[in-house]
């Protein structure tokens, strides 16, 4: 059997893709600390960030060996609950704004972990949107594949994360009491990944019975993306949270700065995700363009 034969039938098989991405993100989390340890001298930001990009990087490679750029799907939900946690350990954090915060992303993280293994079918299949840029940019395929499908989104979530590791870092050595802010944030991380929960769930019942029809049950007779309107709001939680510190904090960035990551996230799905998404479902489905006149995008 020749090694091509061998990963071929690796990757036909759930369970063994399942093993793969799993070890894969084993050793990419291993690297990672490995990069936050070697530069001991350096900003704890600037730090974190190497070793996001080194873990990236190392799922990039997975992903070109395996041919199939879908290995960087599960990055998105499973860099932050380890970053941040990880953070909070090395830092001797423990107030309840810490906590509280570690809490949102961790619900927020297992939910959408598990819709992505739901959904996973093995590393034969790759998402549309991959094999749509490798047609269109035969020739960049490459570059696309790392700086637009795997970089670009490290980037935005790691910023989505500055405010995480902000208040990571101003608690560490004081056990800050919860305020307005720490709870607001909370409960609109909690609402945001619930929303996310309801509307995958709806999705996933409404297509097993009415396969290529538009999804009009539920949340999506109110929003168009309710699933993305989840993931928008959660990284907006995350802000509100670090503002249980930030209001007073000018070597965070003050109030406005640590909201870019928030803002880009935002900026992602509006303008990039969403008119892409809409863009196929009105070529496939028929009703989208009506459903699309009748109901909002988001909210």
């Known amino acids: 059997m020749t090694p091509e034969s ?7 098989s759930r369970q063994c893709s399942f093993v793969i991405i799993t070890l894969i993100y084993l050793a990419a989390t291993l690297l990672g600390i490995w990069a936050f340890a070697a530069l001991k001298d350096s900003h704890f930001l600037l730090r974190l960030f190497a070793a996001d990009f080194a873990a990236t990087v190392f799922v990039w490679l997975w992903g070109v060996i395996f041919s199939n750029s ?6 998105w939900s499973v860099a932050p609950p380890l970053m941040l946690t990880g953070y909070a350990i090395y830092c001797g954090a423990s107030s309840w704004p ?27 299949k790759q998402d549309w949107r991959y094999d749509m840029y490798k047609e269109k940019f035969p020739r960049l395929w490459h570059v696309v ?19 995480g590791f902000l208040l990571i870092d101003q608690t560490a050595s004081s056990l800050l009491l919860s305020n307005l802010w720490t709870w607001s944030g909370f409960v609109v991380c909690i609402g945001a990944a619930t929303l996310q929960l309801v509307s995958d769930t709806q999705a996933h019942r409404f297509r097993k019975a009415h396969r290529g029809e538009v999804c009009t049950v539920g949340l999506w007779s109110r929003s168009r993306h309710p699933n993305y309107l989840g993931e928008i709001l959660m990284w ?7 503002l249980t510190v930030g209001a007073g ?12 990551g928030a803002l880009a996230n935002t900026c992602l ?7 892409m998404m809409e863009k196929r479902q009105i070529a496939n489905k028929p009703g989208y363009a009506a459903y699309r006149k009748n ?3 988001l909210i």
Request: glycine share 6%.
């Open 98 to 124: 810490v906590v509280l915060m570690l809490i949102a992303v961790w619900y927020w993280a297992i939910r959408l972990t598990g819709n992505w293994a739901y959904t996973f079918p093995d590393l034969n």
């Open 249 to 260: 904090c000018q070597s965070c960035g003050g109030i406005l700065l640590p909201a870019i």
């Open 295 to 297: 109901v909002r995008m």
């Open 236 to 242: 907006w939680g995350v802000y509100m949270m670090y």
């Open 145 to 163: 594949n790392f700086t637009g499908i795997n970089l670009m989104p490290t980037i935005v979530v790691f910023l989505a994360m500055v405010p």
């Open 70 to 75: 879908s290995v960087y799907d599960p990055y």
């Open 269 to 275: 799905f509006v303008f990039i995700s969403i008119p």
């Open 6 to 12: 061998t990963i071929g039938k690796l990757k036909s």
